[in-house]
Structures are given as C-alpha cells and as structure tokens.
C-alpha cells in the first residue's frame, strides 16, 4: 500500500496458490446406489493471481479503479473495476456503490480442444455505520450477471441402468447463464479491556439455479502486545441443491444435469488460525491454517444429499503488507 500527495493511494497484491489431493471425478451407482469416484492425492493446480487498485480522496468522496488476473494451466481470468465511496458530514456513515467485470477463458488439460468464454457482471451497494467509538457495522448487496461456459470439463456421471443395459456416461451440463443475488451484515466490537475485537459475519446468497446458501463466521482477534495479534474464527455454512444436480442420470435425459456435489445440499465446518506480526519498518506479517469440512449430516435443518462425499482439508496462508 503506498499514499501519495493529493489523496492518491495505491494498493497492490499477488498471490500464489498451490492445492493438491483427493477430488471427485465422477458419480457411479455400479454397486446399487450412487457413490463418488474419488481420485487419489495425484490431482495438482497452481493459480498465479495479482491486482492493482489506485484510488484518489477528494473531499467528502472516494474514487477507485482496478486490475485483476489470475492464470491456471485451464483458466484464465481478466477483472476490472470501479467503486465510490461517500462519506457525508461527520463521517460516520460510509455509503459505497461498484460495479465490476471479468472475462473468463476455460480450457482443459484432458481436452485440448476445449476453449470456453465465461463473461459476468456484478454490481455492489453497501452502507457502513459508526454505532459507538467501538463498534461499526457494515451491509450490503451484490447482484450478479454471468453468461458463457458453466460446465466443468473434468466432471461425468455414470448410471447403469436398471435390469442392465449400457450404462449412460453423461459430461457435466449445465446452463449457459447463471444470475445471482447475495447480502453480507459485518459487525465489529472492540473490548478495549481485554485488548481484542469481536468479528462477526453472516452472508446470504441466492441464484437461478436453485442454490440457496447461509453462512455464519465468527472471530475474536486478540492483540498480544503492541505487535502481535492472534484470531481464531469458526466458519459455518449450509446450502440447498441446484434444481439440476443429480447423482443419476434421469431418463430421459434432461437438458442440464450434474453429480458436481458443489451444487449437492451439504454443509461445512471451517476452524482457523491466523498470526500477524507488525514490524516497524511498515511491514506486517501474517499466516493462517485451517481445516474445513464438509458432510451432507451438516446441512442446517438436514436433507443433505445422500450421495456427497464427505471430504476434508487443511490449507495454510502465509503473506505479507508492507506500507509506506
């Protein structure tokens, strides 16, 4: 982060990211009832990714635009930006209005004719309130426009059928166009007396395709010293199915359908870590390791989907901030 003269300031990131491991494949019920196919720890992706933001302070009002990419062996993604914010009178209310672009390339390492285009809009309004000299609170709205290739190359469902005959083995298709809707509520508390910050989120998203999603994330970030600060958070969410996600294929076929169990009813644990030291020297320091989980059993209200896969992983972050 660096601040000019004249109300500029620039940010700029980069990050690498490295998974590997188990992942689904393919939905089969060979054996009477539909199971994943799960790979072994052979499956690994490498995302570069980098953005740049400028924005200049004039009064009263806030002005950004922005850059973005991010490159994997089969997708690439370009993003752009523009924000407002204004802040009236004593500054205790912060209202901010955006609007974003990205342009997507899917390909595939399996298929090397394959080569997709994704566009999606998204538009974001939001308010932010000083309630007490130590608590804000911060809402908004997101809508979002997408139009391109949905379907994930590397996802197939296999159905015998009953009695026998040739099973049906069917790539993963889905809609051309997916619209959605989602609302964040952010509240802070700071407990000057104990030297720590209450975090609490909760965010709603619905599509068109069927998903309907809560998620509920709560932590506590506890200075330890003027240097150190440490905060465990616990992430919840649940979601329902897409109206076109079956472990089967249904005969006859219909125009979409996917085993993808992203688009399944489950829900998820996410307990975290994160440590960050300042230095003097501007710099900041930080990592974080966590675990997530998640069970068709750990859908709010039950009816999860009785073919997901329950799948776990850890992940650890490390970066750094470094202003001047």
Do not use: C
Not at 45 to 65: E, H, L, N, P
Not at 72 to 91: C, H, K, L, T
Not at 118 to 138: C, D, F, N, Y
Not at 246 to 258: E, G, I, M
């Amino acid at each position: 982060r660096l601040a000019l003269d004249g109300g500029w300031e620039v940010r700029a990131s980069a990050v690498v990211d490295i998974v590997s491991g188990a992942s689904p494949r393919y939905v089969t019920n060979e054996g009477g009832e539909p199971v994943q196919s799960v790979t072994g720890a052979s499956i690994g992706d490498r995302r570069r990714g980098g953005d740049i933001k400028v924005s200049r302070r004039a009064g009263d009002f806030t002005v950004a635009v922005s850059r973005a990419r991010s490159d994997e062996d089969d997708y690439r993604s370009r993003a752009i930006g523009a924000e407002v914010r204004w802040e009236p009178g004593e500054r205790l209310t912060t209202l901010t209005a955006g609007f974003g672009r990205s342009n997507d390339r899917v390909r595939s390492t399996e298929n090397p004719l394959l080569d997709e285009r994704r566009e999606t809009e998204e538009w974001v309004v939001g308010v932010a309130r000083v309630l007490s000299p130590v608590a804000v609170v911060q809402a908004s709205v997101q809508s979002s426009r997408g139009r391109g290739f949905y379907d994930d190359p590397y996802k197939y469902t296999l159905t015998f059928p009953p009695g026998g005959g040739l099973p049906d083995l069917v790539p993963d298709l889905r809609p051309r166009a997916r619209d959605s809707l989602a609302a964040m509520l952010r509240y802070r508390h700071r407990l000057a007396s104990l030297a720590a910050t209450l975090q609490a989120d909760y965010r709603f998203y619905r599509d068109d395709w069927g998903v309907r999603s809560h998620t509920l994330e709560a932590g506590w970030s506890q200075d330890l010293g003027p240097d150190w600060t440490i905060r465990p958070a616990l992430r919840y969410a649940s979601q329902s199915a897409a109206d076109f996600y079956s472990p089967t294929v249904p005969r006859p076929r219909p125009a979409f359908q996917s085993s993808d169990q992203r688009l399944a009813a489950y829900g998820s644990l996410s307990p975290s870590l994160r440590v960050a030291r300042r230095l003097d020297s501007g710099l900041t320091l930080e990592a974080t390791a966590g675990l997530y989980r998640n069970a068709a059993g750990f859908r709010a209200g039950g009816g999860g989907t009785s073919a997901f896969e329950t799948l776990r992983a850890w992940y650890v972050v490390a970066g750094f901030t470094q202003s001047f």
